[in-house]
């Protein structure tokens, strides 16, 4: 699987487990202190995001990161 691949898996990741608890992309955006239009682009994987970005994420969505991964 090459980067791209991988990036866009856990983005799809990230955003089912957002749906799944019911969060929008604006409350996720506001927590992490970005715009909405920011954060689609991470859902979206048309933004690289730091591994700390992925820590602030699992957090808030209440995983642990490798299981975004």
């Not at 791209?4 to 955003?15: E, F, M, P, S, T």
């Not at 992309?25 to 992925?54: C, D, F, G, H, V």
Request: hydrophobic share 40%; net charge positive.
């Amino acid at each position: 699987m090459n980067v791209d691949a991988q990036l866009k898996a856990v983005a799809g990741n990230i955003k089912e487990r957002r749906t799944r608890l019911r969060l929008s992309q604006n409350q996720m955006a506001q927590t992490l202190k970005i715009t909405q239009n920011a954060y689609s682009k991470i859902e979206t994987a048309k933004t690289k995001m730091s591994l700390a970005r992925l820590y602030e994420i699992a957090g808030i969505l209440n995983v642990q990161p490798k299981q975004l991964i």
